[in-house]
Each structure stands twice: as structure tokens, then as C-alpha cells.
């Protein structure tokens, strides 16, 4: 049987090495097949990790930021370290958190925003205790009034919309509707 040209020059001449050379790279070219093997499985094992592993990991942290940063914005505003807990760091205080974190992306003003419809919740929401929900009555129209006292005029800018803005309004009337309800005063 005749052999091509290939054939006869084979893979030494094709690859640019003499036969003696080819000798002594053989046992290694076999060792790289296997090495490209073991790398792709490396990596795939590095990329389940990461979704496995790490992406949860930095969801977490991520979640973790975002209430911490809602509730230094809170215990600036009011300095009581109880309140910020039981508002930031209970069960609905975090889950509301975290559901406003797609809303408001990330710029100065989405801790105010996603703080100030917390604040409007809280006093919304019944199973809060009459001092708590106070509380949030009066730290949420002291920050109402600061937004639009502000002269940088953040109404209406692409941190926050207007649409966002009224919604944060109507919710505080709401909410000071109910408290006085339940209240009376």
C-alpha cells in the first residue's frame, strides 16, 4: 500500500524536530494530552465551586452590606442602637431590605431611599410595638423634610425618580394614617 507524503515525513518532520528529539518529547506530548484533560477538569470543578461555593458566599455578603448600610443609615439618623435592631435586623426588617435591592441601584442615595421606605413600613405594619412604630413616625418625617429641603434637588434624577418619590410619600401618609388609627395620637 502506497503512503502519503505525510505518512512518510511523518510527525518529525511536520513538527520540526529530528527523530531523536522526537524520542525524548514523546513521553511528554502524552503527558500534555493528559494534562489538558486534567486542566479541563480543573476548571470545571473551579467553575461548580464557584456556583456551589463562592456566588452564594457573595450573595450573602452582598445581603449582609446592604442591611448593614440601611441600618448605619438609620443609627445615624436616630443614634438608638436598639430601635436600628429591631427595625433593621428583624426578620422583616431584613427580607423588606433585601427586596428593595434591585429597586434602587447603586449610587448616594439608595440607603436613604431603601431606609426611608423601611421607616415607612415599620409604621404601617401592626405587629411593630407603639414605641417603635413612634419612633419611626418621627425619624421618617424628619427625613422626609430633609429630602425635599435639599437643594441639590435629587427628585426626579436618574438615583432616584419621581415615580419613587411619590410612592415614599403616599406610603408615609399611610402610614402616619394608620398609626394615628390605632393610636390616636
Not at 513521553?27 to 470543578?45: E, H, N, R, V
Request: proline share 4%.
Amino acid at each position: 500500500m502506497a503512503s502519503t507524503p505525510f505518512e512518510e515525513a511523518g510527525s518529525v518532520a511536520v513538527s520540526g524536530h529530528s527523530e531523536k528529539q522526537a524520542d525524548r518529547i514523546g513521553p511528554y506530548l502524552d503527558g500534555a494530552a493528559a494534562m489538558d484533560g486534567s486542566l479541563i477538569t480543573l476548571t470545571l470543578a473551579a467553575v461548580a465551586a464557584y456556583f456551589v461555593v463562592l456566588r452564594p458566599l457573595f450573595t450573602y455578603l452582598s445581603n449582609r452590606m446592604l442591611v448593614a448600610g440601611v441600618a448605619a443609615e438609620l443609627k445615624a439618623q436616630c443614634g438608638d442602637q436598639d430601635l436600628v435592631r429591631e427595625v433593621c435586623f428583624s426578620d422583616f426588617g431584613m427580607s423588606f431590605i433585601l427586596s428593595l435591592k434591585n429597586r434602587f441601584p447603586k449610587n448616594r442615595m439608595r440607603f436613604p431611599m431603601i431606609t426611608s421606605f423601611l421607616l415607612a413600613e415599620v409604621v404601617i405594619r401592626e405587629d411593630f410595638g407603639r414605641e417603635i412604630r413612634a419612633s419611626c413616625v418621627g425619624l421618617l418625617k424628619d427625613r422626609l423634610m430633609h429630602f425635599y429641603s435639599e437643594p441639590l434637588g435629587w427628585v426626579g434624577t436618574p438615583n432616584v425618580s419621581t415615580a419613587d418619590v411619590l410612592e415614599l410619600k403616599d406610603r408615609a401618609v399611610l402610614g402616619t394614617k394608620c398609626f394615628m388609627t390605632s393610636f390616636g395620637g
